[in-house]
T-cell receptor, first 116, second 113 residues
């Protein structure tokens, strides 16, 4: 069965510090991968998605970047955190079949980031 | 008009009640519909998935889709305190390549024992 891991679970960082959040998926190959941010009252905001190694699409211009160095690894980074980067960060994956991306996404446990 | 509208609640019901959660959408190209349940401080988990108009049942949960009205619902029968969570609707159109989901903002449900 497939599992998705995220770490760390919680993180408190000062403004201006760098960030690296990691997501890995097990039990599947060539998944689509997604990074979301969830803030109170604002729902899920799609930040980045990737259809393959080295292929990153950005949905929202921001202080963050993403990379996919391996098939089942997705990393969210920042060089200098802002207060507004605080939130709950979720990684998700979906299966690709026959050139179509299936619609169902499966989420990881999330990372709660607080920037002080 | 937002693509997906969902009443944020909170919705508070007594144990055993029937709960109705709803979303409306504006894009008639949406073909796939999902409901996710999210417990506090956890990632969303998929509850129901459907791509046809009508009803789909899974235990105490029923997903209903009315494409003509652009309206979807999730019904929970015999609600339990363990159903207390935020429920997110999600939908997407059929397309080649990657098709990100569009989510509602979620409805917070509390089931009181």
């Amino acid at each position: 069965s497939q599992t998705i891991h995220q770490w760390p679970a919680t993180l408190v960082q000062p403004v201006g510090s760098p960030l690296s959040l990691e997501c890995t998926v097990e039990g599947t190959s060539n998944p689509n991968l997604y990074w979301y941010r969830q803030a109170a009252g604002r729902g899920l905001q799609l930040l980045f998605y990737s259809v393959g190694i080295g292929q990153i699409s950005s949905e929202v211009p921001q202080n963050l970047s993403a990379s996919r160095p391996q098939d089942r690894q997705f990393i969210l980074s920042s060089k200098k955190l802002l207060l507004s980067d605080s939130g709950f960060y979720l990684c998700a994956w979906s299966v690709k079949r026959g050139g179509y991306s299936t619609d169902t996404q499966y989420f990881g446990p999330g990372t709660r980031l607080t920037v002080l | 008009q937002k693509e997906v509208e969902q009443d944020p609640g909170p919705l508070s019901v007594p144990e055993g009640a029937i709960v109705s959660l709803n979303c409306t959408y504006s894009n008639s190209a949406f073909q796939y519909f999902m409901w996710y349940r999210q417990y506090s401080r956890k990632g969303p988990e998929l509850l129901m998935y459907t791509y046809s108009s009508g009803n789909k049942e899974d235990g105490r949960f029923t997903a209903q889709v009315d494409k003509s009205s652009k309206y979807i619902s999730l019904f929970i029968r015999d609600s339990q305190p363990s159903d207390s969570a935020t429920y997110l609707c999600a939908m997407t159109r059929m397309n080649s390549g990657n098709t990100p989901l569009v989510f509602g903002k979620g409805t917070r449900l509390s089931v009181i024992a």
